[in-house]
């Protein structure tokens, strides 16, 4: 039998010394679809200065999942790992990391989520307002300051938090993430860190003020009264530097990458008017009167069905990385000991043989009947897999079904001629131009 170390590396080439094909990573959209068209849904290259094998599809997702802390261990870009920091769940490994996960975890419980709805309610209904007296803006924009608002009244007790100086402090910190991670007071990546640093002096002034005044018998309000109040299994609390870390990932989880999702919604449902007639027609059904509750969002199937697809289409995040801690072998390829390795979402998401016609925005792939998703383990992935799948999944999914239910029972809207909607994908998708709309209320048909 032959051992790994034996077999050929993957085909690809790392581009230049020290950057390899960095820039390339990030300024050409089409940089993985060229790399697959020459060489299959196995190739190397250098990104972040690193080695790096790129595999692709449901076989490769499934080989990396099932293998973790086997073949491989979690890791994230330099720039992405400090500017998280060394206590946030993401950077965690092992026997922490799965102890951390069980107590951030307690913020995402059925009864937590429950208890969310009416707050995301009167956010939504604050923000359709304002939008149906604004008539036309960019989408983007507001949808960015209400997940910000929503994630920070739920999660820090901190209402209108988007009108406030962390949500710039936050943006810019959001910016650097995914950046070269060269700490200079004018590169972004160094902007980033005096803005880590500043959010960290603004959420322990918010983490203090909440110790002082917090009493035994308090009922918890928010995330951060249910993580101050979690013990792990050896009845330790969370440090302040642990809460701060976790409470910051929060954020970022709760915000970016679900406004990507939600434009990304607002500007498929925009292009395609028999899918909003039919989110209608099952809102209408539903004849809903008074607040929402778990079990009417269930009952949306169809609403339910509208979203898989857009996170087919356009996942929030394309793809995650691994660091090669044992060399194995995968489709003959020797895969190193100490390379990355990156698994592609949106990749697996174009799949022709799961996915015909991939390009196509059709809910229905997600219908009981067809159920495109449970064709094949690991080919639907929007929320990465395995022990490493998004903690906050049913809350997004929780607050996006929220939005599109108020917004299609009471609202419509177009998108503007003459913009540009193509998606720029750093640090997450987005069309290019904001996506501008002219938004109404709708007149009640009786």
């Known amino acids: 039998m032959t051992s790994p170390n034996e077999l050929p590396l993957p085909p690809g080439k790392f581009g230049l010394p020290f950057i390899g094909e960095t820039i390339e990573f990030f300024t050409d959209r089409n940089f993985q679809q060229k790399r697959l068209d020459e060489h299959g849904d196995v190739f190397k290259t250098n990104i972040f200065n690193k080695p790096t094998v790129v595999m692709v599809g449901a076989e490769a997702n499934q080989c990396l999942f099932r293998n973790e802390n086997k073949y491989v261990k ?22 922490v990391h799965s102890s951390r996960r ?22 939504t209904q604050r ?24 994630a920070s009244t739920l999660f820090i007790g901190k209402d209108g938090g988007a009108d406030t100086p962390l949500a710039n402090l936050f943006e810019e910190w959001v ?50 009264d249910l993580l101050i109040r979690a013990k792990d299994e050896d009845g330790n609390a969370l440090s302040i530097e642990e809460l701060k870390d976790q409470i910051l990932l929060l954020l970022f989880a709760g915000h970016e990458t679900l406004t990507s999702s939600l434009v990304s919604f607002c500007l498929f449902v925009g292009q395609n008017r028999n899918v909003f007639e039919k989110i209608c027609a099952e809102q209408t059904a539903l004849d809903i009167s008074g607040e929402l509750d778990m079990n009417t969002l269930q009952q949306m199937t169809y609403l339910d069905q509208v979203f898989k697809e857009v996170l087919r289409i356009v996942p929030p995040v394309g793809g995650g990385f691994r660091e090669v801690i044992q060399t194995f072998e995968y489709k003959n390829f ?113």
């Open 74 to 95: 979690a890791t994230w870009p330099k720039s992405t790992r400090i500017l998280l920091g060394s206590s946030s769940l993401a950077t965690q490994e092992g026997g």
């Open 334 to 446: 020797q895969i190193p000991k100490g390379w990355a390795v990156q698994y592609q979402i949106l990749q697996t998401h174009k799949d022709e043989e799961n996915y015909p016609d991939h390009e196509r925005f059709d809910p229905e792939r997600f219908s009981p009947e067809r159920a495109a998703e449970k064709q094949k383990n690991y080919q639907f992935i929007p929320f990465g897999g395995g022990m490493r799948e998004c903690i906050g999944k049913e809350f997004a999914r929780l607050e996006a079904k929220v939005l599109g239910s108020m917004l299609v029972r009471g609202y419509d809207w177009e998108l503007r001629p003459d913009q540009d909607l193509s998606m720029q994908v750093i640090p997450t998708p987005l069309p290019k131009d904001g996506l501008q709309v002219r938004f109404w209320r709708r007149k009640k048909t009786t």
């Open 175 to 224: 910016q650097g993430l995914f950046s070269l991670p060269i700490n200079l007071p004018w590169t972004t990546f160094g902007k980033a860190m005096k803005c880590r640093t500043q959010l960290l002096k603004e959420l322990e002034v918010i983490i203090g003020d909440r110790l002082a005044n917090q009493k035994s018998d308090d009922q918890p309000t928010d995330a951060l």
């Open 127 to 150: 923000y359709l307002d304002k939008w149906e007296q604004k008539k036309e803006f960019a989408w983007y924009n507001e949808l960015r300051k209400y997940t910000f608002d929503v």
């Open 102 to 123: 069980r107590i951030l975890f307690q913020a995402f419980q059925p009864r937590a989520l429950e208890s969310y709805i009416p707050t995301i309610e009167k956010i």
